[in-house]
């Protein structure tokens, strides 16, 4: 069983849906969480954290973590040698992540509140991977620099999904892997 799949047993996603959702866990397609924001369906998860390469020991960033679903997953993917850190905007999704994630019993994971015109989390950069759940118009400059040197970011910009890959002397490459759709990524008012 490979690493994606063997966390996608650990981590039901039934436990970080609504109780009126957790019927349709194992429908792949998003689910409302709340705050017009989904937990996104399974299979672009999984195409996600394949293109991430997630491996123990990592720091690792999920910005836009919702439910605290992809947060747990990656802190599975990690373990207790790695760290992840989730950022959220909205505070009652933030709360519900939290709850979610400690569940899990993963202490090497939590979920911040997003801060103020911050995009991601620069206090405990750099990340050896970056996983961004919202999509943005442009690739996130801010979230470039929090990347570790070599890390990879997946991010979906403008409806596709993109993978940046930083080498050891800080280039970036970019290449892109298919079409999707996410809810917007928004900072923090």
């Not at 490979?2 to 019927?23: C, M, Q």
């Not at 394949?50 to 720091?59: D, N, S, T, W, Y």
């Not at 909205?90 to 899990?104: D, H, M």
């Not at 750099?126 to 400059?141: N, T």
């Amino acid at each position: 069983m490979d690493a994606v799949r063997s966390a996608f047993s650990a981590i039901p996603r039934e436990g970080f849906l609504p109780p009126e959702e957790r019927d349709f866990a194992g429908f792949d397609e998003p689910l409302p969480i709340g705050h017009g924001q989904t937990n996104s369906q399974p299979r672009t998860v999984a195409d996600m954290l394949r293109l991430l390469e997630v491996a123990p020991g990592h720091k690792v960033l999920d910005v836009g973590s919702g439910s605290g679903w992809t947060t747990a997953l990656l802190a599975h993917l990690t373990g207790p040698e790695g760290m992840v850190v989730g950022v959220e905007l909205e505070p009652s999704l933030v709360r519900f992540g939290r709850r979610n994630l400690a569940a899990t019993d993963q202490p090497w994971a939590r979920i911040e509140q997003a801060k103020p015109d911050v995009l991601g989390w620069p206090e405990d950069a750099a990340y050896d991977r970056i996983l961004v759940s919202a999509e943005a118009q442009a690739l996130p400059e801010e979230l470039i620099e929090q990347l570790a040197a070599p890390g990879r970011m997946v991010v979906p910009v403008a409806g596709l999904m993109m993978l940046a890959e930083r080498n050891p002397t800080g280039t970036v490459r970019l290449s892109s892997h298919g079409w999707y759709r996410f809810v917007p990524l928004r900072r923090r008012p």
